[in-house]
């Protein structure tokens, strides 16, 4: 823990600036980039022998991107500069921290800081929704910061991805002191952050949270040893014995309005990802027949992260963003496996990828909720320095 303080008050000024982007004050967060750049400036050494294939990469991507964007800027000229730094910067701090702070407290910390303060300002605002107007009403909502805008019900859900993603770790067995306090505090924030997504009426967020338990329930139960394995096989039943027995007891309260009217959809409908599968197969035809992008071709958003930078700047940033996905799920394996026994880091890297990457999959990430990859590049950016870093399966003393 003490760890911890002296990296807060080592790095006050950068920590306030990522959490001014985070709650995002009157929908203005994004413009803290702009700072963000100016404090890094100041650490060029740092990226003078720091910078890795990776961040190159991202970089390219993010030049490509932004001279293709620059022929029709539709989100606005001054977001020419975001698209080609925002990245690249924040990929950067990410490296910054792991870097220079070698003590796993420190990331589980950003771990945490990150995604409680990204959903911070929906979940006040929704529950402010709750307590007006109850379950009722539409999905789309208003935020803190400006009460006169509806903002769509999935862009507000994906605030909500780190932590829905984080309820593998509560099972994680022998964890210590500050991995005990991590657990209480993220199983607070779950179920909080559960009630907030009910309303919101998101399946993509629901099954982020089951795939992600699924796949950690997984992981403990290859790794682990027998005299470990069974108890930790009776708790998990156990809980979601339980968890069945309250959903239908209460599967007709108020809480699942919403949520159960977006069931009664059409099967078919639900299962096409709610007709995001018939808009991939055409847009995956689209990235070869229009190399340069398209602003027709039966599709206005693709609803998917890669296909829609295809249709936005073409093939050129597509292809660098793939390879950059492709080393980043390497980047991850080879984490996990030069490191086996550190369960409670792997599950929570490998549950905050997968979440993340859910999202990215079915939603136009660079046009609607660019802030949602910056944190990605920023949480990327972390993993990166911390593999290269050398004494990283060690437990580090804080550095300057």
Same mark, same amino acid.
């Given at each position: 823990?003490?760890?911890?303080?002296?990296?807060?008050?080592?790095?006050?000024?950068?920590?306030?600036?990522?959490?001014?982007?985070?709650?995002?004050?009157?929908?203005?967060?994004?413009?803290?980039?702009?700072?963000?750049?100016?404090?890094?400036?100041?650490?060029?050494?740092?990226?003078?022998?720091?910078?890795?294939?990776?961040?190159?990469?991202?970089?390219?991507?993010?030049?490509?991107?932004?001279?293709?964007?620059?022929?029709?800027?539709?989100?606005?000229?001054?977001?020419?500069?975001?698209?080609?730094?925002?990245?690249?910067?924040?990929?950067?701090?990410?490296?910054?921290?792991?870097?220079?702070?070698?003590?796993?407290?420190?990331?589980?910390?950003?771990?945490?800081?990150?995604?409680?303060?990204?959903?911070?300002?929906?979940?006040?605002?929704?529950?402010?929704?709750?307590?007006?107007?109850?379950?009722?009403?539409?999905?789309?909502?208003?935020?803190?910061?400006?009460?006169?805008?509806?903002?769509?019900?999935?862009?507000?859900?994906?605030?909500?991805?780190?932590?829905?993603?984080?309820?593998?770790?509560?099972?994680?067995?022998?964890?210590?002191?500050?991995?005990?306090?991590?657990?209480?505090?993220?199983?607070?924030?779950? +179920?909080?952050? $559960?009630?907030?997504?009910?309303?919101?009426?998101?399946?993509?967020? *629901? #099954?982020? &949270? /089951? %795939?992600? @338990?699924?796949?950690?329930?997984?992981?403990? +139960?290859?790794? $682990?040893?027998?005299?470990?394995?069974?108890?930790?096989?009776?708790? *998990? #039943?156990? &809980? /979601? %014995?339980? @968890?069945?027995?309250?959903?239908?007891?209460?599967?007709?309260?108020?809480?699942?309005?919403?949520?159960?009217?977006?069931?009664?959809?059409?099967?078919?409908? /639900?299962?096409?990802?709610?007709?995001?599968?018939?808009?991939?197969?055409?847009?995956?035809?689209?990235?070869?027949?229009?190399?340069?992008?398209?602003?027709?071709?039966?599709?206005?958003?693709?609803?998917?992260?890669?296909?829609?930078?295809?249709?936005?700047?073409?093939?050129?940033?597509?292809?660098?963003?793939?390879?950059?996905?492709?080393?980043?799920?390497?980047?991850?394996?080879?984490?996990?496996?030069?490191?086996?026994?550190?369960?409670?880091?792997?599950?929570?890297?490998?549950?905050?990828?997968?979440?993340?990457?859910?999202?990215?999959?079915?939603?136009?990430?660079?046009?609607?909720?660019?802030?949602?990859?910056?944190?990605?590049?920023?949480?990327?950016?972390?993993?990166?320095?911390?593999?290269?870093?050398?004494?990283?399966?060690?437990?580090?003393?804080?550095?300057?």
């Amino acid at each position: 823990m003490n760890n911890i303080k002296l990296f807060i008050q080592k790095e006050f000024f950068l920590l306030f600036l990522l959490l001014v982007f985070l709650i995002d004050p009157l929908s203005k967060g994004i413009y803290v980039f702009y700072i963000l750049l100016l404090f890094f400036l100041t650490k060029l050494s740092f990226l003078s022998y720091k910078l890795d294939g990776k961040g190159f990469l991202l970089l390219l991507f993010s030049i490509f991107y932004s001279l293709f964007y620059s022929l029709n800027p539709l989100g606005g000229a001054q977001m020419l500069i975001i698209y080609t730094l925002a990245p690249f910067i924040f990929y950067n701090i990410g490296r910054y921290f792991s870097m220079n702070y070698s003590s796993k407290e420190i990331l589980y910390f950003l771990f945490v800081f990150f995604a409680i303060g990204y959903a911070f300002i929906p979940t006040v605002s929704i529950i402010i929704h709750i307590i007006e107007n109850g379950f009722t009403g539409d999905r789309n909502l208003s935020l803190l910061w400006d009460t006169n805008y509806e903002l769509s019900a999935t862009l507000i859900a994906a605030h909500f991805t780190l932590i829905m993603s984080s309820l593998g770790i509560v099972f994680v067995p022998g964890a210590n002191e500050l991995e005990r306090r991590i657990k209480l505090v993220m199983i607070v924030a779950f +179920i909080i952050s $559960l009630f907030c997504i009910l309303r919101l009426a998101s399946r993509t967020q *629901i #099954f982020i &949270s /089951v %795939i992600t @338990f699924t796949l950690s329930v997984l992981y403990l +139960i290859l790794r $682990l040893p027998l005299n470990k394995k069974i108890p930790l096989l009776f708790v *998990i #039943f156990s &809980s /979601v %014995i339980v @968890f069945v027995v309250v959903y239908f007891s209460f599967s007709d309260s108020v809480i699942f309005n919403i949520f159960n009217e977006r069931n009664n959809e059409d099967v078919e409908y /639900v299962m096409s990802g709610s007709g995001r599968t018939r808009i991939w197969l055409r847009s995956v035809g689209n990235v070869f027949s229009y190399p340069f992008g398209w602003n027709s071709g039966g599709v206005n958003f693709a609803h998917n992260l890669w296909l829609d930078v295809s249709r936005v700047a073409g093939i050129l940033p597509f292809l660098s963003l793939c390879i950059f996905t492709i080393l980043n799920i390497l980047l991850i394996y080879n984490i996990i496996r030069r490191s086996p026994e550190n369960h409670f880091f792997n599950i929570t890297i490998l549950s905050y990828f997968i979440g993340v990457n859910a999202v990215f999959f079915v939603e136009p990430i660079m046009e609607g909720l660019l802030s949602f990859f910056l944190i990605y590049c920023l949480f990327i950016g972390i993993l990166s320095g911390y593999a290269d870093n050398r004494n990283f399966r060690t437990k580090g003393r804080i550095q300057n």
